[in-house]
């Protein structure tokens, strides 16, 4: 076995302990379809970070590289509080590998299977955050690519009015954009397609309006429990994001305002140029139809089965409750 796939392959446990390019691994945090997340001691400066180290065969993608180069670079050049600050990218063994901030909490993915749909205030709340960043990244000519749950990171806020404090990660580090079919040459399958925009599927040139699409699928997860469209395949559901009309919210969360459903149309619209300009501009249609609509306190779906006329139970109301959770 080379080293580089032992580096990558090797039972997590087999890490734990040894040093990579002057982090000694301490644990491994999580695995995604590309990459191994560990968290690890950064010797030279005595603190803890989130070493992630990509698959091997991405470091043989030229593509991949360049844009892991280049995007890396840009990440790290931007300075924003919802994005998760890169500390170095490099190589070793053949290995590329990201040191960044270690955020205590858990990935909005993690959250969502646990939780289930939040109400529209956690989740405005969430999103603000969210689009922020995305926002912030497209002013630097940056384009995510793969906005999705995994991405967003939920840590713990900084008192009671910002009960978690969320971050966006993985900047420009998807295999999508480097196959049409959400498959790679070997056959790999590159992650969800759950979140991913007509124009990238059928690829054409992505700007930041493919991040307000993909943004707009997570904050519809959020509120409906479900992403917008599903589907028992994954052609259909690549057909599904480049020609069917999303579902309105309303259909799954019949206690929302129906004025949200026509933000979600528009954000999810399947030309580009029919979309907010902004994931900012999004968020505020959002909280405008929220507000004044009686969703603001509105219960979640798994909190729907209180018989009618039954004395709903006490404040405090579930969108002042941090939704922030320990990573076990
Ligand atoms: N900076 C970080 N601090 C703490 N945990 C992190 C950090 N970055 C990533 N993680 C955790 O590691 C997990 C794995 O991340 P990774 O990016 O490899 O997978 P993913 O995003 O879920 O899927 P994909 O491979 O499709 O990107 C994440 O879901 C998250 O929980
Ligand atoms: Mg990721």
């Known amino acids: 076995m080379s080293r580089e796939t032992s580096l990558f392959s090797g039972r997590p446990s087999e890490l734990v302990g040894q040093q990579i390019a002057g982090y000694r691994i301490e644990q491994e945090i999580g695995r995604g379809g590309m990459a191994v997340v560990y968290r690890a001691r950064d010797l030279r400066l005595e603190r803890t970070v989130a070493l992630k180290l990509l698959a091997p065969e991405l470091a043989r993608n030229d593509t991949f590289r360049r844009r892991f180069t280049h995007e890396s670079r840009a990440a790290a050049a931007i300075d924003h509080p919802h994005i998760v600050p890169v500390f170095e990218a490099g190589e070793t063994d053949g290995v590329l590998y990201i040191a960044m901030r270690f955020v205590a909490g858990s990935d909005l993915r993690h959250l969502l299977d646990r939780e289930g749909p939040l109400p529209p205030a956690t989740a405005v709340r969430v999103a603000a955050q969210v689009a ?45 954009s480097l196959s049409l079919t959400g498959f790679t040459t070997v056959g790999q399958f590159v992650g969800t397609l759950d979140y991913v925009a007509p124009e990238q599927i059928s690829g054409k040139p992505v700007d930041a309006r493919c991040d307000v699409y993909g943004f707009a699928c997570v904050v519809f997860e959020i509120l409906a ?5 599903l589907r028992d395949d994954d052609m259909a559901l690549l057909w599904a994001h480049q020609y069917d009309d999303p579902p309105p919210l309303t259909e799954s969360r019949p206690g929302l305002p129906p004025r949200m459903d026509p933000v979600f149309a528009k954000a999810l619209a399947k030309n580009p140029d029919d979309r907010y300009p902004s994931c900012l501009t999004f968020v505020a249609a959002l ?4 507000a004044g609509g009686g969703a603001g306190a509105g219960p979640a779906p798994a909190r729907m089965g209180r018989p009618p006329g039954e004395e709903a139970p006490k404040p405090p109301p579930r969108w002042a409750e941090p939704v922030f959770v320990e990573r076990t």
Do not use: C, M, Q, W
Request: proline content about 7%.
């Open 225 to 229: 429990g479900h992403p917008p469209f």
């Open 132 to 176: 922020s960043a995305l926002d912030a990244a497209h002013e630097h000519g940056l384009v995510h690519r793969d906005v999705k749950p995994g991405n967003i990171l939920v840590s713990r806020g900084t008192d009671s009015d910002h009960p978690e404090h969320v971050y966006l990660t993985d900047f420009g580090l998807t295999k999508k």
């Open 287 to 290: 909280r405008a139809a929220t």
